[in-house]
Structures are given as C-alpha cells and as structure tokens.
Nanobody, 124 residues
C-alpha cells in the first residue's frame, strides 16, 4: 500500500514553467513504477509520463520535449517538470503508482494507487 500526495500546481501564463511533486508514503517507494496523468473538464484521463522503478521513462507525444519526469527515491518523491506550458496543458494532474507494470505504462488501469490531484491552469 502506498499513499500519494501531489503538490505544485497553480495558475501560470503560457510559456511559463511549473514543477509538480508527488510524495509517497511507505518504505518501498523505489520498487514502484510511477506515472503522471491529467484530466481536463469533460475529457477522459490521459497519460502524460511514466518512470519505471529502474528509471526508464516514456512520454505522451503532446508533452515530449517540454515535460520531464524524474524520481528521488531517497525522498520518496516523483517530479514532473513542465516547461513551455500551453493553455491546452490545463488540467488536474494526478500521480499514480503500481508494483505490476505491463505494456508501456500508459494505461490508467495499470496503476493501483492514485493521488488526489493538483490543478494546473495555463492562461493564454
């Protein structure tokens, strides 16, 4: 079992940067495969980025080259650095965790644990 708490969201202008953090409870954080997803009003939850326990990463095409996912196992935290933000990045951002990865880690149903989400709003 792991509990996840996101932070770092806010209101920014297009072109700005934000860094989201997801703090995890428990002593086995390093074993978890972590993902970031987002959900805009009226839309389905969509994959943003993921990082395996071994450090391998994958990104949605819409954020590739602008967002970077990383983890600090000593701090039980996964980060999402978001640069060159666009209005279409506006959404609630969620982090997620699983011990049982499959595929490319882009499907929400792969993840067993979710945070409560943090709002990111990008104005034009």
């Amino acid at each position: 079992q792991v509990q996840l708490v996101e932070s770092g969201g806010g209101l920014v202008q297009a072109g700005d940067s934000l860094r989201l953090s997801c703090a995890a409870s428990g002593r086995t954080f390093s074993n978890y495969h972590m993902g970031w997803f987002r959900q805009a009003p009226g839309k389905e939850r969509e994959f943003v980025a993921r990082i395996w326990s071994g450090g391998g990463t994958n990104y949605a095409d819409s954020v590739k080259g602008r967002f970077t996912i990383s983890r600090d196992n000593a701090k039980n935290t996964v980060y999402l650095q978001m640069n060159s933000l666009k209005p279409e990045d506006t959404a609630v951002y969620y982090c997620a965790a699983t011990l049982s990865p499959w595929g490319r880690g882009t499907e929400p149903k792969m993840y067993d644990f979710w945070g409560q989400g943090t709002q990111v709003t990008v104005s034009s």
